[in-house]
């Protein structure tokens, strides 16, 4: 079965600070790729995501991804966070071509300071 | 418009209570889904529903039934509830293969 690390549980950064968050599953064939955000209180969003083509993806709110697959990682990065993206963060994956279902990592939560 | 809507927002109620949460999705998708997000934030796939089949994760009680009038709704039935069911229950959708979910706001369950 597929599963999905996030390695950072717990993040805090002061703003301005650069942010990277690591994600990395377990399945050998073709995936999708997603981050999610979930602000506190909220539903989760989309930020980005990564079905094929060049392995950098940009999101919104200045968030990128990179996707390696000879590492099965699928880090989230941004140069320089705001308070305003303290939330949780989740990296999902799905097998377009197997077990269709998104299977999610435990997530990381990211607290900035002002 | 609400793309993913649920109702209610929260729930409060008793030890052994049946209990249903309602989902809708305007957005044209074949599948949806019921995730459960506990206190610490862990998401885990309950069940998944598109038109030629339901996906059910083992580890669900089978007082948890999903019940789709259409393919616009998927609700959630709980029966005999427990402490132990208290969390969110988030619905879901997408496009079958492509894996992108649209969530609903959510539905906080308390069991006292």
């Known amino acids: 079965a597929q599963s999905v690390s996030q390695h950072n549980h717990h993040v805090i950064l002061s703003e301005a600070a650069s942010l990277e968050l690591g994600c990395n599953y377990s399945y050998g064939g073709t995936v999708n790729l997603f981050w999610y955000v979930q602000y506190p209180g909220q539903h989760l969003q989309l930020l980005l995501k990564?079905?094929?083509?060049?392995?950098l993806v940009k999101g919104i709110k200045g968030f990128e991804a990179e996707f390696i697959k000879s590492k099965f990682s699928f880090n989230l990065r941004k140069p320089s966070v705001q308070w305003s993206d303290t939330a949780e963060y989740f990296c999902a994956v799905n097998e377009p071509g197997g077990s269709y279902i998104p299977t999610f990592g435990r997530g990381t939560s990211l607290i900035v300071h002002p | 418009d609400t793309a993913v809507s649920q109702t209610p927002k929260y729930l409060v109620t008793q030890m052994g209570n049946d209990k249903s949460i309602k989902c809708e999705q305007n957005l044209g998708h074949d599948t949806m889904y019921w995730y459960k997000q506990d206190s610490k934030k862990f998401l885990k796939i309950m069940f998944s529903?598109?038109?030629?089949?339901?996906?059910i994760n083992e580890t669900v009680p089978n007082r948890f039934s999903p019940k789709s009038p259409d393919k616009a709704h998927l609700n959630l039935h709980i029966n005999s509830l427990e402490l132990g069911d208290s969390a969110v229950y988030f619905c879901?959708?997408?496009?079958?293969?492509?894996?992108?979910?649209?969530f609903g706001e959510g539905s906080r369950l308390t069991v006292l």
């Open positions: 529903y598109n038109n030629k089949e339901l996906i």
């Open positions: 879901a959708s997408s496009q079958v293969y492509t894996g992108e979910l649209f």
């Open positions: 990564y079905f094929s083509g060049d392995p």
